[in-house]
Structure formats: C-alpha cells, structure tokens
C-alpha cells in the first residue's frame, strides 16, 4: 500500500525545505545533498522520497546515478493555494484600516 503525504506536511520539515532551497539552483543527486546537512544519507534519502512522493522533486537516472530536480509546477500549485489566503487576509487588514480610521474620525 502506497502512503498518500501530504503536500503541506512535506514542506513543514526544515531539511526538506533546506532540500528544496539547494535545488533551486540544479539538480543534486543524494550523496552532493548529503554534504550540506548533518544527517545520514539515509535520512537525506528518507526526506527526497517523501518529496517525490509529494511530486516537489523528480528523479532523473544519468548512468549509475540518480539526480534530484525541483518540479516548480508542484511548487506554483503550492503558491496558488496560499494566494488564497494571502488574498484574504489583505481584505481583512483594509477592513481593519477602514474600521481604525472610522474610529479615529469619531474620536475627533
């Protein structure tokens, strides 16, 4: 049985955004990741299956090695749903302003 993760509990982890910042700039493959944490490689490799699992990054095989690349259209779909909220909040904070400058026309 394949576990379904969750997309947000993937990107909760430190490592595994830290995994996710150092692919921005190219494909890693596990061993070049591993240099850059204080983990295992088992454990780098426990956290890249979890975010292939979430399709944040996809496996590329090059010879005996396996590369890891950020798929940015997972990510962009991560970034529609927070515009949501972010769109939201920005209403409620001219709400707010709006109920302060009332407050403060009727104090004067």
Known sequence: MKI????????????????????????????????HFNSSRQAISKHLQILTECEIVRQEQKGREIYYHLNADKLKE???????????????????????????????
């Open 78 to 108: 991560i970034e529609r749903w927070l515009e949501q909220f972010k769109q939201l909040l920005t209403q409620r904070f001219d709400q707010l302003d709006d109920v302060l400058e009332q407050l403060k026309l009727n104090r004067k």
């Open 4 to 35: 379904r993760r969750d997309v947000f509990q993937a990107i909760a982890d430190p490592s595994r955004r830290a995994i996710i910042m150092l692919l921005t700039l190219g494909a890693l493959t596990p061993n070049a990741l591993t240099e």
